[in-house]
RNA sequence: GCCGGAGUGGCGGAACUGGCAGACGCAAGGGACUUAAAAUCCCUCGAUGCCUAGCAUCGUACGAGUUCGAUUCUCGUCUCCGGCACCA
C-alpha cells in the first residue's frame, strides 16, 4: 500500500476494473426487490458541467446505497441528442450534426465514466439514433390513430433567431427559452398533441405525487390551471348570431357593461376591417397596453336584456375559453381599465356586506361579496349567485356550466432538421396519409445543405421529401418538419426497461422496473419535461403497452451549482483571476464582490470538472459537492471547501494505512473484556451506522451522513490498540466506515478495501449493520432546567427512572440555591435527556 | 398581484415527532514538528459583561401568543429567492 494516496492512479485502476468485469450491468432479477434509479439524460454539447456533476453524484449514490442495501438496480444514461445547438454548429462549423453529435457523447462518456457513474452502458439511449427516433414515430401514428395527433392552423411562438416554433412552455418572458431573443406570433400550420383531454386526470393524479417536492406538483398545477365557470350566448342586436362568452363570475352578469371578443375571433373578421384588426393583433397579448376597436354592433345580456356594445380587443386570449368575455368593470382590474379608457359605464352588482350600498369605485372590487341590482337574484352570496345564475343559464338554453384549462394542446413540430421526422405524407389525391408502420423509421437524411438561411434544410432535400403516396401509389410529399424534441423524452425511461437489441415495449421488462423510483434533475423542467412525461405514460397506458400512468414515483430536484462572482464598473463580470487584490487587472478599479450565482459562462464563475478531478481526482469533486449542502438546496462551490474533502480522504487513506496490521483482524469480541477506550469506539461505530442510514434512507440528506463518518473518523484517528479485542473493534469501525463512504468514493472504497484484505469487490458486500443495544450510551448527560433554564450538566447513568432523575437534580449543589424557599410546582423529565423544576 | 420556499456564528450548514442552539466542514487565531516552508498534528473560536481557572446576561429576521420549555407550533410584520401572471 501506497504512503500517498495518488487518486488518479487508484480511480483509473477501478473504473478498469468496473469495465472490464461489467460491474454495473443489471438483468432483471426476481428475488430481489427492483429499484430503479434514474437521473435526467444530459444534452450532449460535448462536456460535462458542474451541475451535471452534482445531480449524478446524487444518483451515483443512491443507486450504489440501494444495491448494497440489496435492492435490484436499475441505473441507466443515455442522451437528449437531438436538438438546436447540433444544428447551429453544422452551420458555423460546417460538422455534420450526426458527426458533432456522436463525438460529443464519446467525450462526454469518457467524462461521466471518469467520474466512477455506475451506469449500466448496455442501455444506452441515444434519441437521435433511427433505432430510438423510429419509435417516436411508431407513438405518434398511435396518437394519430387515437385522434390525439391532430392538425391545425394557428397562431404559433415563433422565434426568428430560431426560424422555428416553439411551445408556450418554451417562452419565458415572452423571449426564447435558448436564444432570448423576443418571440413574435406567426400563422402556420402545425401538429399538436391533445395534452388537455387528459387535462383533468393530470391534475388529479397530482395528489398522488406523495414522493414529489409540493412546489413541482404546485407548478403543474398551476400550468394546468383549472378554472369552473360558465359559458354563455349573449345574442347580437339586429342579427340572428350569438357570441359565446366564458366567465368565472356569473355571478356578476348584471354587472356587465360591454362585450369583448379576441382580435382573432371569426366575429371580429365580419364586424372589422383586416385593417382595423391587424393593428390589434400586432400587440395581441401584449401585457402593457390595452387597446380596443368598437365593432359597431351591440349585444343582448341575456339575464336582463340590456344591449351592451362589442368590442375586439388585444388582451382577449383566443386560445382561452371561447374566446370572447363580457366585462364587468365594477369586478374585474381589466375591464375596469378599459372602461375607464374608453368612457364605458362601471356598474357595481357585488357589496362588501350583505344588503350593503354600492359606492364610487377607484379600482374593481374582485372579492366576493351579496349581489344587488341584480333582479332575483339581488341578495345571494357570490358563491350562491353563482350556482343559481349558472342553472338559470341552463334552464333556458342560454349557456352552461363548464370547466376550463389554461393548459392548451401541445404544438410539437419544428421547422427544422436537427429532429424525428414526423412520419406523414402529403397526397394531393389522398390528403394526409401516414406512413405505414412497416415503413417506419422514416430516417433522417444525412445529405443536406445548411445554408443557415430560412427554413429546414429538408424543404431541399428532394429524395426525401419526394415519395410515393403508400395509399395510391401517385407522386406526393413529405411532412418537413420534425418533431420537439420533448417527445424524445417523453418516454426514454421506459427504453431503458429494455436493452438495446430488445423490443422497447417488452412487457416483463417495463413490469419488472417501472414505475422509475427514485427520479433526479433540475427544477427548470418542473413543468415541460415532467409534463409531458406524465401525459405520455398514460397514453402508453391506454395504448395497452403497460398498465400504470404515473412514470415517476420519487423526484428528487436538486439545487444549482452557484459560486462567488466578481464585477468591476468597467470590464463587468471577471474571472476570479482578473481580480487580483480586489483590484481589476484591466484597470486597476476596486473590485465588486457579487453576490453568489448560478455557475454560467457569462458571468464567468465557472468551475471546469475536468480540472477538478485531474488535481483532486473524481472521489473529492463527489465528496464535496454531497457534503456541502443537502441535495436539494443550492451548492456554494468553495474551493477551500474542495481542499477540505480531499484533506478528509487522506486522512482516511493515512489511517488505514497506519493501522494496516490490525485491520485485517478477525474473531468474535469479547464484550466483558473490552476496554473503556474500545467500547466507546464500538459504541461509536454502531451510532454512525445508524445515523449515516437513517439520514440517507430520510431524504438522501448526504451532507449530515457524511458528518458523521467524519466524527467516526475523528474518533478512529487516536485510537491506539493495544490488546487483540482492540484490534478486532478496529477492524470491524474500519470495515463499517469504508462500507459507509463506499457509495460517496467508490474508487478510493475498493482500493482501502482492498487493502485491507478483501477479495471481493466492497459492492458485492452488504450495507452494515447497527445493533442499538451496543448503540447505548450508558452515561447520558442530564441537562438540568429551573424555569426553562440550564443550570446544570449531569453525569447519570442511562436508563435512571423518572423520579431519580428529579431526586438526583434537586440534589446537586448547583441546583439547590435556585429552588430554595421557592414551591416546587412541578418536574418535567425527558426520559435520559432533561430535566426542568419549575419552581416559584 | 397569486402560489411556493427560505431567513440560525466571519462563511457553508446541523438540531429526529417542541427538550443542551451552533454537529461536521471552511476561514481565522495560537502552539508543536521543521534550518525554513509546505504537509501533518494539538488547542481556541456566537455576542456582551464581570469579582475572568469560572459565572451571569443576551442570542436562531422582527413583534406578539401557546407552553414548564419554542430555531421547531399559531397569528401578524419585514426581507430575500423561485415559479406563474391580462387565463376572464
Known amino acids: 500500500m501506497k504512503e500517498r494516496y495518488e487518486s488518479k492512479e487508484v480511480e483509473l485502476k477501478w473504473q478498469r476494473i468496473w469495465a472490464d468485469t461489467g460491474a454495473h450491468n443489471t438483468d432483471t432479477d426476481p428475488s430481489k426487490p427492483a429499484f430503479y434509479c434514474l437521473e435526467m439524460f444530459p444534452y450532449p454539447s460535448g462536456k460535462i458541467h458542474m451541475g451535471h456533476v452534482r445531480n449524478y453524484a446524487i444518483g451515483d449514490v443512491i443507486a450504489r446505497y440501494k444495491k448494497m442495501r440489496g435492492f435490484n438496480v436499475l441505473h441507466p444514461m443515455g442522451w437528449d441528442s437531438f436538438g438546436m445547438p447540433a444544428e447551429n454548429a453544422a452551420i458555423k462549423n460546417k460538422v455534420h450534426p450526426t458527426k458533432w453529435t456522436y463525438e460529443n457523447i464519446e467525450s462526454m462518456k469518457a467524462q461521466l465514466n471518469r467520474m466512477g457513474f455506475s451506469y449500466d452502458w448496455r442501455r444506452e439511449v441515444t434519441t437521435c439514433s433511427p433505432a430510438y427516433y423510429k419509435w417516436n414515430q411508431w407513438l405518434f401514428l398511435k396518437f394519430l390513430e387515437k385522434g390525439l395527433a391532430y392538425k391545425k392552423r394557428s397562431f404559433v411562438n415563433w422565434c426568428g433567431s430560431c426560424e422555428t416554433v416553439l411551445a408556450n412552455e418554451q417562452v419565458i418572458d415572452n423571449k426564447c427559452w435558448r436564444c432570448d431573443s423576443v418571440v413574435v406570433q406567426k400563422e402556420l400550420e402545425q401538429w399538436f398533441f391533445r395534452i388537455t383531454g387528459y387535462a383533468e386526470e393530470l391534475l388529479k393524479g397530482c395528489d398522488e405525487l406523495k414522493g414529489w417536492p409540493e412546489r413541482v406538483v404546485a407548478m403543474q398545477k398551476n400550468w394546468i390551471g383549472r378554472s369552473e365557470g360558465v359559458e354563455a350566448d349573449f345574442a347580437i342586436d339586429g342579427s340572428d348570431e350569438k357570441i359565446r362568452i366564458y366567465t368565472t363570475r356569473p355571478d356578476t352578469l348584471f354587472g356587465a357593461t360591454f362585450l369583448c371578443i379576441a382580435a382573432a375571433h371569426p366575429l371580429a373578421a365580419k364586424f372589422l376591417s383586416e385593417d382595423k384588426l391587424s393593428g390589434l393583433k400586432a400587440i395581441y397579448g401584449d401585457v402593457e397596453q390595452k387597446e380596443g376597436v368598437f365593432t359597431?354592433?351591440?349585444?343582448?345580456?341575456?339575464?336582463?336584456?340590456?344591449?351592451?356594445?362589442?368590442?375586439?380587443?388585444?388582451?382577449?386570449?383566443?386560445?382561452?375559453?371561447?374566446?370572447?368575455?363580457?366585462?364587468?368593470?365594477?369586478?374585474?382590474?381589466?375591464?375596469?381599465?378599459?372602461?375607464?379608457?374608453?368612457?364605458?359605464?362601471?356598474?357595481?352588482?357585488?357589496?362588501?356586506?350583505?344588503?350593503?350600498?354600492?359606492?364610487?369605485?377607484?379600482?374593481?372590487?374582485?372579492?366576493?361579496?351579496?349581489?344587488?341590482?341584480?333582479?332575483?337574484?339581488?341578495?345571494?352570496?357570490?358563491?350562491?349567485?353563482?350556482?343559481?345564475?349558472?342553472?338559470?343559464?341552463?334552464?333556458?338554453?342560454?349557456?352552461?356550466?363548464?370547466?376550463?384549462?389554461?393548459?392548451?394542446?401541445?404544438?410539437?413540430?419544428?421547422?427544422?432538421?436537427?429532429?424525428?421526422?414526423?412520419?406523414?405524407?402529403?397526397?394531393?389525391?389522398?390528403?394526409?396519409?401516414?406512413?405505414?408502420?412497416?415503413?417506419?423509421?422514416?430516417?433522417?437524411?444525412?445529405?443536406?445543405?445548411?445554408?443557415?438561411?430560412?427554413?429546414?434544410?429538408?424543404?431541399?432535400?428532394?429524395?426525401?421529401?419526394?415519395?410515393?403516396?403508400?395509399?395510391?401509389?401517385?407522386?406526393?410529399?413529405?411532412?418537413?418538419?420534425?418533431?420537439?424534441?420533448?417527445?424524445?423524452?417523453?418516454?426514454?425511461?421506459?427504453?431503458?426497461?429494455?436493452?438495446?437489441?430488445?423490443?422497447?415495449?417488452?412487457?416483463?421488462?417495463?413490469?419488472?422496473?417501472?414505475?422509475?423510483?427514485?427520479?433526479?434533475?433540475?427544477?427548470?423542467?418542473?413543468?415541460?419535461?415532467?409534463?409531458?412525461?406524465?401525459?405520455f405514460t398514460r397514453v402508453m397506458r391506454d395504448l395497452g403497452l403497460f398498465g400504470f400512468g404515473e412514470p415517476f414515483e420519487n423526484l428528487l430536484t436538486q439545487g444549482m451549482v452557484c459560486k462567488e462572482t466578481y464585477k468591476c464598473a468597467e470590464h463587468e463580470w471577471l474571472f476570479p483571476e482578473e481580480a487580483k487584490d480586489g483590484k481589476c487587472v484591466h484597470c486597476g478599479k476596486e473590485v465588486e464582490k457579487g453576490r453568489v450565482e448560478k455557475m454560467s459562462k457569462s458571468k464567468k464563475n465557472v468551475i471546469d470538472p475536468d480540472a477538478l478531478i485531474n488535481r483532486y481526482g473524481a472521489d473529492t469533486i463527489r465528496l464535496f459537492s454531497l457534503f456541502a449542502a443537502p441535495p436539494e438546496k443550492d451548492l456554494e462551490w468553495s474551493d477551500q471547501g474542495v481542499e477540505g474533502a480531499s484533506r478528509f480522504l487522506n486522512r482516511i487513506w493515512s489511517i488505514i494505512n497506519k493501522n494496516s496490521s490490525s485491520a485485517s483482524a478477525v474473531g468474535q469480541i469479547d464484550m466483558k473484556a473490552l476496554s473503556p477506550q474500545s467500547a466507546g469506539l464500538l459504541r461509536k461505530t454502531h451510532q454512525t451506522i445508524r445515523k449515516v442510514t437513517v439520514d440517507i434512507d430520510r431524504e438522501y440528506h448526504f451532507n449530515t451522513a457524511i458528518a458523521a463518518l467524519m466524527e467516526l473518523i475523528n474518533e478512529i484517528n487516536p485510537f491506539a490498540p493495544a490488546s487483540e479485542d482492540d484490534k478486532r473493534v478496529l477492524a470491524f469501525s474500519l470495515r463499517s466506515m469504508l462500507l459507509m463512504i463506499a457509495p460517496f468514493t467508490p474508487h478510493m472504497a475498493e482500493e482501502l478495501w482492498e487493502a485491507m484484505g478483501q477479495k471481493q469487490s466492497i459492492f458485492s458486500e452488504a450495507w452494515p449493520q447497527w445493533d442499538d443495544e451496543l448503540a447505548k450510551e450508558n452515561e447520558v448527560e442530564l441537562v438540568v432546567q429551573i424555569n426553562g433554564k440550564v443550570r446544570a450538566k449531569l453525569s447519570a447513568p442511562a436508563g435512571l427512572s423518572d423520579d431519580a432523575a428529579s431526586k438526583m437534580a434537586l440534589d446537586d449543589e448547583r441546583v439547590k440555591p435556585f429552588v430554595e424557599g421557592k414551591e416546587i410546582k412541578k418536574i418535567v423529565v425527558v426520559k435520559g435527556r432533561l430535566v426542568n423544576i419549575v419552581a416559584v
Open 296 to 535: 359597431g354592433k351591440y349585444a343582448i345580456n341575456p339575464v336582463n336584456n340590456e344591449k351592451i356594445p362589442i368590442y375586439a380587443a388585444n388582451f382577449v386570449l383566443m386560445e382561452y375559453g371561447t374566446g370572447a368575455i363580457m366585462s364587468v368593470p365594477a369586478h374585474d382590474q381589466r375591464d375596469f381599465e378599459f372602461a375607464k379608457k374608453y368612457g364605458l359605464p362601471v356598474r357595481v352588482v357585488i357589496v362588501q356586506e350583505k344588503d350593503g350600498k354600492p359606492s364610487e369605485l377607484k379600482e374593481a372590487f374582485e372579492d366576493d361579496g351579496y349581489l344587488v341590482g341584480s333582479g332575483e337574484f339581488s341578495g345571494l352570496s357570490s358563491s350562491d349567485a353563482r350556482k343559481k345564475i349558472g342553472k338559470f343559464l341552463e334552464g333556458k338554453g342560454l349557456g352552461k356550466v363548464t370547466v376550463n384549462y389554461k393548459l392548451r394542446d401541445w404544438g410539437v413540430s419544428r421547422q427544422r432538421y436537427w429532429g424525428t421526422p414526423i412520419p406523414i405524407i402529403y397526397c394531393e389525391k389522398c390528403g394526409v396519409v401516414p406512413v405505414p408502420e412497416k415503413d417506419l423509421p422514416v430516417i433522417l437524411p444525412e445529405d443536406v445543405v445548411f445554408s443557415g438561411k430560412g427554413g429546414s434544410p429538408l424543404l431541399d432535400a428532394s429524395e426525401f421529401l419526394n415519395v410515393k403516396c403508400p395509399s395510391c401509389g401517385g407522386s406526393a410529399r413529405r411532412e418537413t418538419d420534425t418533431m420537439d424534441t420533448f417527445v424524445d423524452s417523453s418516454w426514454y425511461f421506459v427504453r431503458y426497461c429494455s436493452k438495446k437489441d430488445e423490443h422497447p415495449f417488452t412487457k416483463e421488462n417495463i413490469n419488472a422496473w417501472m414505475p422509475v423510483h427514485q427520479y433526479i434533475g433540475g427544477i427548470e423542467h418542473a413543468v415541460l419535461h415532467l409534463l409531458y412525461s406524465r401525459f
